[in-house]
């Protein structure tokens, strides 16, 4: 009995000797220009403009697919990465371009909604993450199915 208490205090001891993280953190590796005294526009940033970020499809039939794509610039003077884009539903998927967009430059992410198995008003969100700031923006579309 006491070999197995004496076993279980060591054990613990080398539990907490190997779980003492570091409060060293190194700065150089986080960028971000937001503050509380506000945003700095000196810093180097894609910033991602859409046309809109509403698309309404209207009156649609049942077990029709329908897409519309959603023209974006990147007004920063950065270029802008496309990290991932994610549906709110299995029922919507959306295509991207996988490439750096340079400041200026324009792009289309593609939503695509399947109706099947659906009735009445839709409403789907695709929120598109990127190197921009802010790095969430979030695309919607909706649909009434007949």
Same mark, same amino acid.
């Given at each position: 009995?006491? %070999? ?22 190194? %700065? ?98 695709? %929120?598109?993450? %990127? ?16």
């Amino acid at each position: 009995m006491r %070999t197995r208490r004496i076993m279980v205090c060591l054990f613990m001891g080398l539990v907490l000797v190997g779980c003492k993280q570091s409060t060293s953190i190194d %700065t150089s590796i986080i960028h971000n220009p937001n503050s509380a005294s506000g945003y700095d526009q000196s810093e180097k940033m894609p910033v991602i403009s859409f046309d809109k970020e509403l698309h309404d499809f209207g009156r649609i039939d049942a077990d029709e697919n329908i897409a519309y794509s959603f023209k974006f610039t990147n007004t920063g003077n950065a270029d802008l990465v496309i990290s991932q884009c994610d549906a709110t539903c299995s029922c919507t998927v959306s295509e991207y371009p996988h490439e750096r967009i340079a400041p200026g430059q324009s792009g289309y992410i593609t939503v695509s909604f399947n109706s099947s198995g659906k009735r009445g008003q839709q409403y789907q969100e695709v %929120t598109v993450i %990127t190197n921009a700031q802010p790095s969430r923006t979030t695309l919607k579309i909706r649909a009434i199915v007949n």
